[in-house]
């Protein structure tokens, strides 16, 4: 599949991050194993050399956000870099014009990157579009379709337990028609040579066009979908994408589909259990899984740092020439 995108320029070079969908395998495991070097013991001080010295980020989410802000921004510090977030959570109505607007503005305070969230898919690949020869885009997660650094954070923790990617069996369980990381950890999963993707979730959540999923096989039953399963991924119920009358019972729902110690007997004896978060605790997990030994969830968060920085790094070491003087 051609990447219709324009993430890589002509040199094949990834100029920004849009998607993971048709990202080459290799791309795919630098940008991992930079990332596995970057990743911050618990507990340690965090000293990083400051390659990104002189360099602008600025996050614009539009949706709101804990973690993958708060990880973009400690990325880019981390690094050296100078942060400015704009807070426009909440806000739908900034967008068209005004969107390419702030872009330009940006890009006249000499912003490199431009870390975007949007309710709306495309977003990013159209600002790609519009930005300046020294302006890398980073999607943070576009409506249902994209959520590209989720996607990484997730292999890079799956790998990190379970590196025999192609001998693994992966679960993703719950809403996952409305789900962007499911898209994105889907495709990195796929290209890193995972055969054995199942979804679980009630039927009208499992999606009707399996090609963006990777084909993966559906089940509506947890256990049987979940058996024998190496990692077992719950998602979160994505209610602001949904009408009130598609919200479940989510009392019922955690009867059929939460995530407890007890059903994930069904699973692989040493099976993990992953979470992007927000997590809707006693809907789609029990806190005994979520704080439970077989947990990765926080550690997810941490590599979610080390994946942020060596996207940033990757970005601006393709594209190293300073702004021009305005
Ligand atoms: C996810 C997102 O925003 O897509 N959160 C995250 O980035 N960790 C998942 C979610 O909101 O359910």
Redesign the pocket.
Known sequence: MNNPLPQFDAQGRLRHLLTLDAMPAAELEALLTAAESLVAAPGEPVHYPPALEGRTVATLFF?P????RCSFELAAKRLGAQVVNLGVAGSSTVKGESLADTLYTLEAMNVDLLIV?HREAGVCAELAALAGPHTAIIN??EGRRD?PT?GLLDALTIRRHKPDFANLRVAIVGDIAH???ARSTIAALRTLGVADLRLVGPAEWLPDDHAPFGGAAQFTQLEEGIAGADVVMA??I?KERMQSAELPDFASYFARYGLTEARLAAAAPDAIVMH???MNRGVEIDDEVADGWRSVIREQVRH?VAVRMAVMLRLLENNPHPHDMI
């Open positions: 949706e956000s804990t973690r993958t969230r943070a997660g959520h989720q789900s962007r990381v998602l979160r994505q992007p978060g927000p979610g």
